[in-house]
């Protein structure tokens, strides 16, 4: 186990219920996530972690909704409630998350630590941070395995399906 490491993403009060951008069940998945990281020696969380009127939100983009699509440089991107703006409580840790033995706390974007050729992800939400996520981590080089059951999805137009065949196609462990 020593050179895997586990990746807890976004388990932040607004991806959970009562949230700005609340996952189904987001907050189910707290018992499998804690007994995770009890089973693992190296935990890095990351945390969502955006400034006021980030271009993801559909408040940045007049005349547009939550979950319609903008046309980015780099390709679709789906607008947002506003959500996890930095400093707020929804862009906390959730509650009752064990994070105290957690040795990196990543703000936005990914990088393997030194030395781990392993990681299992877990977190939310499956079709989105933690799918983008386990991909970065397969170009890197690295093993990956994804928890299924210790994370919910947003499953936005079939967003669930389309990223699990894309998870699969790239090698990922869906356990
Ligand atoms: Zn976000």
Known sequence: MAETA???IDVQNDFCPGGRLAVAEGDAILPAVNALIAAHEHVILTQDWHPKRHSSFASSHSGRAPFET????YGAQTLWPDHCVQGTRGAAFKAGLDWTKAELVIRKGFRPAIGITHVTLCGL???YCVAYSALD???LGLAVRVEMDACRAIDLGGSLAAMTVKMRDAGVTLA
Request: no cysteine; glycine share 0%.
């Open 6 to 8: 586990l990746i807890v």
């Open 70 to 73: 903008v046309d980015a440089a």
């Open 125 to 127: 939400a499956t079709d």
């Open 137 to 139: 981590a397969v170009t």
